[in-house]
């Protein structure tokens, strides 16, 4: 399994973009209790992921854009908001995990369990990279109980998030406009 950081390290050295800011805060409110991960787009080139039957392609990175990474108590999974400029959802990229880490640095890491859940505002829904989960297990990098775990967790986000869309983008965006308003003042994280 991958670790992975929240402050998305390797996405910036990958796809050229410059100068993310990432906040990490814990939220305990009515609707969320959890890690909520900020990363605000400062600069960089857009990037398209293409070839969704209803949404067509859509975009991922970018200058202007926001990435909105919840970590809810008790679940095993991730679940990024990619927020464009105008702040509407483009896209929802889950992926399963199998626990939360912190790197010295204090950045919050995941530990990935490559089944993924990606998902539109236009009622796309895609359950991605099956072949990695399988294979990882063929090759006993998992237990018969994580690949099970990964798949139970996989239909339960299937299930809270797809079967209604539009109430999860409500939900989104009311975190998005919570986490806003407690980041005004923070300082962020640097990117390394």
Same mark, same amino acid.
């Given at each position: 399994m991958k670790r992975k950081r929240l402050d998305r390290d390797v996405w910036w050295e990958h796809n050229k973009v410059k100068f993310p800011r990432y906040y990490q805060l814990r939220i305990d409110t009515e609707d969320f209790n959890g890690l909520v991960c900020l990363l605000q787009l400062i600069d960089g080139q857009p990037y398209y992921w293409e070839g969704f039957p209803h949404a067509g392609k859509v975009a991922v990175i970018g200058k202007g854009m926001s990435w909105l990474q919840l970590i809810p108590d008790g679940k095993k999974h991730v679940m990024t908001a990619k927020y464009l400029p105008d702040?509407?959802?483009?896209?929802?990229?889950?992926d399963i995990i199998e626990k939360i880490e912190y790197d010295d640095d204090g950045v919050a890491v995941f530990i990935d369990k490559y089944l993924d859940v990606v998902f539109t505002p236009q009622g796309d829904v895609v359950v991605a990279d099956?072949? =990695?989960?399988?294979?990882?297990?063929?090759?006993?990098?998992?237990?018969?109980? #994580?690949?099970?775990?990964?798949?139970? =967790?996989?239909d339960l986000i299937v299930e809270e998030y797809c079967s209604d869309i539009a #109430?999860?983008?409500?939900?989104?965006?009311?975190?998005l406009s919570y986490v806003n308003d407690k980041v005004k003042d923070m300082n962020a994280l640097p990117v390394k």
């Open positions: 702040n509407t959802v483009s896209i929802w990229y889950v099956r072949d =990695e989960l399988d294979e990882a297990f063929q090759a006993g990098e998992l237990s018969k109980e #994580q690949y099970d775990l990964a798949l139970e =967790e996989c #109430q999860t983008e409500v939900f989104c965006n009311k975190m």
